[in-house]
């Protein structure tokens, strides 16, 4: 069963925003489905003011947060998302995953996060929200663990994604085993290293460039993940595809992240405007 609950967000976020600039609404919302995942997920959903002509459908944007994080950071932490919802015409989800790594746990059936995104929470919004269902006015990004997860589920899945960005992420998971629960949900690398293989962003570049996504990915200079991303920039020059990736100072870290989302956005606007 689908639950939703509309009402605005917290009033301390909005009121980190100028008076000018609050026209947008902030759905929090609940989606299950027993059959994928054990518990509902949650999730916040900033619906622009143009809204309110019903006849009016919008482009939508997904982004994932990062390993400790949930539904409600990053408008929390960057209250201009709104702002730019309403300025782009663009409904933006940003749901919680828990520490899952978006992946499908195999042989845990309540655990099937991939899945649910695909099969529950985007035909949710779709059929709750005035979006238009079309890869072409679809994107996802994500932080850290989020960008993983936005660059692996685009390139998995590009019949929903037309767009697909990361921002400080773990784009090659293998050389953390021992790092953020990874292990828990696919196993060691020992075990199984085919399943890690097939599991990273960094062993998919046959796929991402069978994808035919639009692509920005960025990493902090001083950030425990500038390698893996520079090494992926190398590898999709080498293989050809069609990219943006920028490596900007910075660390790991909100002040980076809140910067960097404008930037996604903006890249979003940009490929939902030229569709």
Known sequence: MQKLLRHLLLASIAALLPATAAAFSVDTISVSEPRLLDNPMPALVAVPDAAADTSLRFPTVYLLHGYGGDHTNWLAKQPRIGELADRYGIVVVTPGAGNTWYFDAPGKPGQ??????????????????????????????????????????????????GAAASMSGGVDIRPFENRWGIKDIIGTRQSNPAAWDNATVAGMIPQIKEAGLAILFDCGVDDFFADVNNSLHSAMVEAGIPHDYISRPGNHSWKYWGNSVLYHLLFFNEFFSRQ
């Open 112 to 161: 099937q996060v991939e899945t649910f995104f695909i099969e529950a929470l985007v035909p949710y919004i779709d059929a709750n929200y005035p979006t238009i269902d079309s890869r072409a006015k679809r994107a996802i990004s994500g932080l850290s663990m989020g960008g993983h997860g936005a660059l692996r589920m685009a390139t998995r899945h590009p019949q929903i994604f």
